[in-house]
């Protein structure tokens, strides 16, 4: 039978977390509710829960120890708490959880250790404040309750009631739920931003005709974090990681960056990969008023209402390749390729962002790490530069 484990604090919202219960055992699957209250105490009653001691034995903690603490730092613990639990524990099929900030902090960490594919399934306030620290790099779908979940009414039921009816249909959904289709085409992961959209497009037409999976992977923060992960569990052949634009917002400030560990040699062991310095003319920031006073002076293009992106400087570039060359320098595995005309749609003679010297200071700074570099004389978007990173996927490829 199709398992979920319904994570819930019992001490905070225990009519909430039981009504899901309720709810996934009504759509025909098991429920097993697991207690992350933070307060100390076990108030399980008589559900069939893991209970809160045994949530906070998974980081070494008595309940007396997890009452003593701040508040935000046993809620930390019961994070942790709660994803030891779900690891150690390969027969849920699937998360489901309803609360605020507390609730999302501890069904992040604990959806970060369930495979992909299985649904997550949260409903939250926090979708229309901060969905990245709830997402992290894991499939996890949010829904937005409206009303905030405290008390069942006529508005937080059926919210509550539809999460727990989808978790439990996504679960008994077999078809996709893997990386690859199962039937042994190589797997080639991509990053694309709207700027590298044509060089992706073509690349990726090549690939699929000759037989490849192409997945591609909007480089927007959550999208890099999400592909190293995977990269990391060794889910695919090749990487074509032609659009490393969250290192700009790494180094430059701007809100789409990856974490430090984007590009890190130690990322995808074994994956060769293809490196480009796509869109790395560009940090991005939200709508106009809401850029940071402190970027006054500099060069902005608005994307659209919501976006606007900010032209790096010689001096940020010069950073910004720095962590393509060492990457490329501690990986035999792996290349970069440097369209030396415009590493943007907007990076280009005559475009908003076309500056020689950024660019010159960028690919002086990839080739100075000591690595493999291929340097093609096009812009990333021409065809002249897909077919040479095509041309290198063909020779890093496993088993040539």
Known sequence: MTTIAVLGSLDTKSAETRYLAERVRAAGAEAVIVDTSAGGSDVAGGDAAVPAAE??????????????????????????????????????????????????????????????GRPKVIVTTMAVVDARSVVGDSDVTIVYPVADIEGLNSLTRPVLAQAASAVVAMAGTTVGVGVGDGEGRPVVAATMFGVTTPCVQQIRTSLEASGDEVIVFHANGTGGRSMERLADEARFDVIVDVTTTELADLIAGGD???????????????????????????????????????????????????????????????????LIGSFVAARTDSVAVLPLRGVSALDRDGGPFWDPQADDALFAAIRAGGGRVVEVDAHINDPTFARAVIELVGELRPGR
Request: hydrophobic residues 45%.
């Open 256 to 322: 789409l960056d990856a974490g430090p560990d984007r590009l890190t040699p130690a990322r995808g062991p074994g994956v060769p990969r293809v490196v480009a310095p796509g869109a790395c003319d560009m940090a991005n920031f939200g709508a106009p008023h809401d850029i940071p006073t402190r970027f006054a002076g500099r060069t902005f293009h608005l994307h659209n209402d919501i976006v606007s992106l900010m032209r790096t400087t010689p001096e940020e570039n010069e950073q910004i390749g720095a």
């Open 55 to 116: 949530v906070a034995a998974g980081t070494g903690l008595t309940l007396a120890e997890l009452g003593a603490m701040d508040r935000a730092d046993a809620v930390r613990a019961m994070a942790a708490g709660a994803a030891a639990h779900v690891a150690a524990h390969g027969r849920y099929d699937g998360l489901l959880a309803a609360g605020g900030s507390n609730a999302a902090l501890v069904f992040s960490r604990a959806a970060a250790v369930l495979p992909f």
